[in-house]
Each structure stands twice: as structure tokens, then as C-alpha cells.
């Protein structure tokens, strides 16, 4: 898979170093930008699927420009700065940032975070599917078993047999067990 890439660094010659890196090495740059609110920009833009920041910039520094993105992207962001102050960590990771380098940057240290913060990011997207796949799950619980409920209480049948009514629904219509329950639901209510 070909992973999109921004680069955004006030230092033009710092933006053209990493991009003959990452280049170098396969990887697909889609954008530069020189500040804070290009980042902004390019981030709704292009979507990609990481950046890589410095923190010190003109208009809206890094960290700031990587909490904004973090509210509207899944996209990962490595920060890139001068200096290793405890303080900038700490606001970093207040910023959901993925990473952190220290200038200059070298080739044997930002591939490796590419590589890491990239399968990081894949990891947390999987684990968001599984969840809202989970919680999908819960909530069709929750429908079938309010439904068994109505039905024990209308038919004044026991909780196997209001299953087992709504299973012979289920294979009757060819409908999901929580479209039957859903219907049952609509029915009672009106």
C-alpha cells in the first residue's frame, strides 16, 4: 500500500532532505507545506495518512496545527523539533501526536518511526473497526432482547419460546434476527 505523506517544515532545505528520504525508500510524499495552517489545509485536502511536522513554525506551531488535525483526521503525525524540553513532550502528547525527533534528522532515525507510526496507525484503525463493530452488536442485543421482552408479555409465553418465535420469523421473512426485533418494536409502539 502506498501511504500518503505530508511534509511541513518552515526550512525548505529540511522539506527537501526528508522528501528525497522518504522518496528514496518508496514512500509516497503528496504535499508540503511551510506552516501550521497549510498543514491545516493540506491535511483536509489530501487526507493523508501521516505527517510530519516541525514544531516551530510561523503562524500556528505543530503541536497547535496537530491538535486541530487530530480533531478531524485519523491521520498520524510525527513532530520534528530542535529541542528535546520535557514541556514540548508533554504538549505533544497532549496533542495525540504519534512521534517525536529530534533535528537533524537522519535516515536510520525517520524511517523507522515512518515504519512504526504508519503500523500504529493501520493497528488503531482495525481496533476502531472492531469497536464499532462490537457496539453495531450491543445495540442489536439490546433490540432482540427489549423485543423478546414485548412478546413474553403479549403472548405471555416464556423467554425460549418468544426466541424461538422470533428465530421462525427470522428464517420465514430471510431477515436478520434484529430487523425482526426492530419490527416487533415499531409494532408495539403504535
Known amino acids: 500500500m502506498k501511504y500518503k505523506i505530508i511534509i511541513v517544515d ?21 504535499g508540503e507545506g511551510k506552516n501550521g495552517e497549510e498543514a491545516i489545509e493540506k491535511a483536509h485536502l489530501l487526507k493523508p495518512d501521516l505527517m510530519i511536522m516541525d514544531v516551530k513554525m510561523p503562524r500556528v506551531d505543530g503541536i497547535k496545527a496537530a ?19 520535557q514541556d514540548l513532550v508533554e504538549e505533544a502528547k497532549k496533542a495525540n501526536v504519534n512521534a517525536y525527533l529530534v533535528k537533524p534528522i537522519k535516515e536510520r532515525e525517520l524511517l523507522p518511526a515512518v515504519e512504526i507510526t504508519l503500523n500504529q496507525r493501520e493497528q488503531f484503525l482495525l481496533l ?9 452488536k450491543m445495540a442489536e442485543r439490546k433490540t432482540i432482547e427489549k423485543a423478546k421482552g414485548l412478546l413474553m408479555k403479549r403472548r405471555n409465553c ?25 419490527k416487533i418494536i415499531q409494532q408495539t409502539s403504535s
Not at 476502531?128 to 453495531?136: A, D, M, R, S, V
Open 10 to 30: 518552515d526550512e525548505p532545505i529540511t522539506r527537501l532532505d526528508m522528501k528525497e528520504m522518504l522518496e528514496g525508500n518508496g514512500y509516497h510524499v503528496v
Open 67 to 85: 491538535s486541530i488535525i487530530k480533531g478531524f483526521s485519523d491521520c498520524a503525525i510525527i513532530l520534528l523539533t530542535a529541542y528535546s524540553h
Open 128 to 136: 476502531q473497526n472492531k469497536i464499532g463493530h462490537l457496539e453495531q
Open 158 to 182: 416464556s423467554e425460549e419460546q418468544a426466541y424461538h418465535l422470533m428465530q421462525k420469523a427470522s428464517m420465514k421473512r430471510q431477515m436478520p434476527l434484529a430487523k425482526i426485533a426492530e
